[in-house]
Structure formats: C-alpha cells, structure tokens
C-alpha cells in the first residue's frame, strides 16, 4: 500500500482565462521542491495543465485534487460543466469542440484529452452530459515515462 | 546556437531575460496551439509563437522550453513580461512572420521537435 504524503486541492473558477494555469505552476514548484524527478514533474503538470485550461474553458467550477504518494503523483478533476457525450470521439487528437475564443488564447486544437492521455500511466475519464466530467490521472514515479 | 545568435541573426528586441541570452539552443518547436507545444516539446526548446498571451508564458514554463520568440513583433502586456521574469524565461521579439524565423534557424543547423 502506496503512503500518502501530500493532498491538496484547489478550486478551478470556470471562464477565468487570466488565471487559468497558475494551480498548475503552483503544483510544478511544490513537486520540484519535493525532489521529483524533471521528468515525472512534466509529464504530471502537462496533465495538470490541460485539464485545468479544460475545467476554465468549458465548465463552470472545478476542483483539482493533487494526491502523492511514495509511488506516485495522481489528479484527480472534477467539474460541473456540460460534460463529454462522446469520450471516445473527444479522446481523438484532433477533435475538438471549442469556440474561437479558446482558439485565440492557444487552446482547442484537439490536442488536450490526447495529451493527458499520453503523459498518464493511468487514466479514467468519466462524463455525464448536463452535470460534468471527471478525470483521474496516475503519473507512476518509478516509470521512465 | 545561444540565444545571443539568435537574438542578432533574427534582429530580436529581448523583453526580459538579458542575462540568459548565453543559453544554448539545439530545438525549436513554432505554434500558436499550446497544446501543440506542450505535446511535442521535449524541454529546453526555443518557443516560436505568435500568441502573446500569458497562457503562453505558463505553457513555456509547463512544458520546460528555454526561451520565448514573439513573431510579427507582437508585444506582450507588461503582466506577461512580469511574469516570464520570475520563472526566468526570457522573451525576445523579432519584425519577422512565423514562416521566415522557422526558415533561418533551420538553415542555421536547428531542428524541430516531433
């Protein structure tokens, strides 16, 4: 059984676009100081990032959950939001639902989901329509991801 | 190549940053989709974008590129520079479009990241 060692969770405000992103630097400085290794520090925040540029272009609230353990860092995002009616179609690099206005900041480019995917030894996503999404990521410490 | 080179080959104003321009660059990854940047970007690249938003500051920092070129001479607010100063990711801005920066830095011996 994995020890926890840090839990914290931050709340994510939905359409803030100024603020959207900084939760994660904040998580990249306390997994730094804590001696994660470079690798796992990005393959972790990368996650972190998307799903919080995520929560602030299509949801209405947030919250991100940053769990580590002595094996692993997991997120844990769960927002209210519209939700995903075809997570296999959102899963597929390309596809993307977003407005201009997203495009403008640099997002919705299809790239997001795939991404987390990606940088994840596990990943579940689960949506309702008209509720929300949530997604949990397992970034293992030990692998060379 | 340092990013002294760069700055003079490609005429760049450097925003923030002047005493890191002796970094080394060997990749440069050029989009304007950050999660473009942060899906093929390694760390330590050169971020050639045409978004000067603070999202692209953050996605520079999430993604561990060195460095930050602005095309078309787009200037970022002054929050954006503020902020590329405390994660210690300088800027520089060239009059130079996406297309032409991408071209000379390739002729120059720089790769892209895929």
Do not use: W
């Amino acid at each position: 059984m994995a020890n926890e060692l840090l839990r914290e969770a931050y709340e994510i405000q939905g359409g803030n676009f100024d603020k959207a992103g900084e939760i994660s630097s904040e998580i990249k400085v306390i997994l730094k100081d804590l001696g994660i290794s470079a690798s796992n520090v990005r393959r972790s925040v990368i996650v972190s990032f998307e799903a919080e540029m995520n929560v602030v272009m299509y949801a209405e609230r947030g919250t991100l959950t940053l769990i580590l353990t002595d094996e692993d860092v997991c997120l844990e995002v769960v927002d209210q939001g519209p939700g995903i009616p075809d997570i296999e179609l959102a899963l597929k690099p390309g596809y993307s639902t977003a407005s201009d206005e997203m495009r403008l900041m640099g997002f919705g480019f299809g790239m997001g989901l795939p991404n987390m995917k990606k940088n994840s030894d596990e990943f579940l996503i689960e949506s309702q329509v008209g509720k929300g999404t949530s997604v949990f990521a397992r970034i293992r410490l030990n692998s060379n991801g | 190549m340092t990013l002294k080179e760069i700055k003079e080959i490609l005429g760049c104003d450097v925003l923030v940053g002047e005493e890191d321009l002796s970094l080394d660059i060997q990749q440069v990854v050029a989009s304007d989709g950050m999660s473009e940047v942060l899906a093929f970007a390694r760390s330590k690249e050169l971020m050639v974008t045409g978004l000067t938003n603070i999202q692209s500051i953050r996605t520079a920092d999430i993604a561990g590129v060195s460095a930050v070129i602005y095309c078309r001479g787009k200037r970022p607010e002054k929050n954006v520079v503020e902020y590329a100063g405390k994660k210690r990711i300088p800027i520089l801005v060239t009059k130079l479009g996406m297309f032409d920066i991408c071209g000379i830095l390739h002729a120059r011996g720089l790769k892209g990241v895929s």
